[in-house]
């Protein structure tokens, strides 16, 4: 194997209120002006809540039967691209090129985009969206190791440096806070959006591929349901080199593997709801920390 060529690390800015790095906004133009299609579906999560789980989940949803050589050979994220990004210096298609170029019906797009970032079409043609939160204290935790194994994200420092750059929202993409409660209030709103948490998915993962089913307007037979609920299950995914990552060039898989440890904040077993309340009540982060106006 010949040793990869990491790059150096980007600086972070403030984009539109937003902290970013170059990979996200220098394409913004065709990012804003990008046009989805009614039936478009948009995964949008805050980066590291699963992100790939979901986007594995539907791409079987709808493809695994269909397409099983490309299951074997495409890369998740060359089959969902990853709107807003622009790894230019890496010879990748940008993520709208990508979408474009798409001939498969429906297309599944992959954004980490506050809500308020999302480019207008997806409302006009009032696209589905699937949207996954975490709990603030894994979501930090997956965060951290990913950005020091990720060389096109921000040097993170230690767990302490990045702990108070996290609670300031001084992250790529912002504000965890502000991401799930964004998204969640745009729920109210907007029917055509599934808010969906972490928790749940490990939880019970069949029962929420069954609601991704009925909010897609899919029936699927049981042992079709459970073949599915079974593919996705960590161990699977994490030994799936086409969902695994191992294949992105800037990726530092000695320092951390992509799919890490997949832990799931419990507090003597009570349930993701009274645990976002237990943290607030444990004051981690001046009730910043839990979706207390959430639950
Ligand atoms: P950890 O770093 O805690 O292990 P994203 O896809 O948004 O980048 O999120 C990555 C996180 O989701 C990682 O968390 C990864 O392990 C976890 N994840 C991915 N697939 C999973 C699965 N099948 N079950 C549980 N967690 C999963």
Same mark, same amino acid.
């Not at 498969?104 to 985009?113: D, G, S």
């Not at 086409?242 to 419990?266: G, Y």
């Not at 976002?276 to 009730?287: Q, T």
């Given at each position: 194997?010949?040793?990869?060529?990491?790059p150096?690390?980007?600086?972070?800015?403030?984009?539109?209120?937003i902290?970013?790095?170059?990979? !996200?906004?220098?394409?913004?133009?065709?990012?804003?002006?990008f046009?989805?299609?009614p039936?478009?579906?948009?995964?949008?999560?805050?980066?590291?809540?699963g992100?790939?789980?979901?986007?594995?989940?539907?791409?079987l949803?709808?493809?695994? $039967?269909?397409?099983?050589?490309?299951?074997?050979?495409?890369?998740?994220?060359?089959?969902?691209?990853?709107?807003?990004?622009?790894?230019q210096e !890496?010879?990748? +298609?940008a993520?709208?090129?990508m979408?474009d170029?798409l001939?498969?019906?429906?297309?599944?797009?992959?954004t980490?985009?506050?809500?308020?970032?999302?480019?207008?079409?997806?409302?006009?043609?009032?696209?589905?969206? +699937?949207y996954?939160?975490?709990?603030?204290?894994? $979501?930090a +935790?997956s *965060?951290?190791?990913?950005?020091?194994? $990720?060389?096109?994200?921000?040097?993170?420092g230690d767990?302490?440096?990045f702990?108070?750059?996290f609670m300031?929202?001084?992250? +790529?993409?912002?504000?965890?806070?502000?991401?799930?409660?964004?998204w969640?209030e745009?729920?109210?709103t *907007?029917?055509?959006?599934? *808010?969906l948490f972490?928790?749940d998915?490990?939880?019970?993962?069949?029962?929420e591929?069954?609601?991704?089913?009925?909010?897609?307007?899919l029936?699927?037979?049981a042992?079709?349901?459970?073949?599915?609920?079974?593919g996705?299950q !960590?161990?699977?995914?994490?030994?799936n080199?086409?969902? $695994?990552?191992?294949?992105?060039?800037?990726m530092?898989?000695?320092?951390?593997? !992509?799919?890490?440890?997949?832990?799931?904040?419990?507090?003597?077993?009570?349930?993701t709801?009274?645990?976002?309340?237990?943290?607030?009540?444990?004051?981690?982060?001046?009730?910043?920390f839990v979706?207390?106006?959430?639950?």
């Amino acid at each position: 194997h010949a040793e990869k060529k990491l790059p150096c690390r980007p600086e972070m800015f403030d984009f539109e209120g937003i902290s970013m790095t170059h990979f !996200f906004t220098e394409n913004w133009e065709k990012v804003r002006n990008f046009q989805s299609r009614p039936d478009d579906i948009l995964i949008a999560t805050y980066p590291k809540a699963g992100t790939t789980w979901v986007s594995y989940i539907l791409d079987l949803l709808y493809f695994g $039967n269909e397409d099983p050589e490309c299951q074997t050979s495409k890369p998740i994220y060359m089959r969902i691209p990853f709107l807003e990004s622009c790894f230019q210096e !890496f010879s990748t +298609v940008a993520g709208t090129e990508m979408a474009d170029s798409l001939t498969t019906t429906p297309r599944l797009i992959k954004t980490h985009l506050p809500v308020q970032l999302v480019p207008k079409s997806f409302w006009d043609q009032n696209s589905r969206i +699937v949207y996954v939160a975490r709990n603030a204290k894994d $979501n930090a +935790v997956s *965060y951290f190791h990913f950005d020091r194994m $990720n060389m096109v994200q921000p040097e993170p420092g230690d767990w302490n440096h990045f702990l108070e750059k996290f609670m300031k929202g001084k992250n +790529v993409f912002g504000p965890w806070y502000d991401h799930v409660s964004g998204w969640w209030e745009k729920k109210q709103t *907007y029917s055509n959006l599934l *808010y969906l948490f972490y928790e749940d998915l490990v939880e019970d993962t069949g029962r929420e591929v069954e609601r991704l089913c009925s909010f897609l307007g899919l029936s699927i037979s049981a042992e079709e349901r459970e073949k599915i609920t079974k593919g996705v299950q !960590f161990d699977t995914m994490k030994q799936n080199k086409m969902i $695994n990552h191992v294949t992105i060039p800037f990726m530092d898989f000695k320092i951390s593997p !992509f799919m890490r440890k997949a832990q799931s904040f419990r507090v003597g077993g009570m349930s993701t709801r009274n645990m976002a309340e237990s943290m607030n009540a444990a004051s981690v982060v001046d009730g910043k920390f839990v979706l207390k106006s959430i639950f």
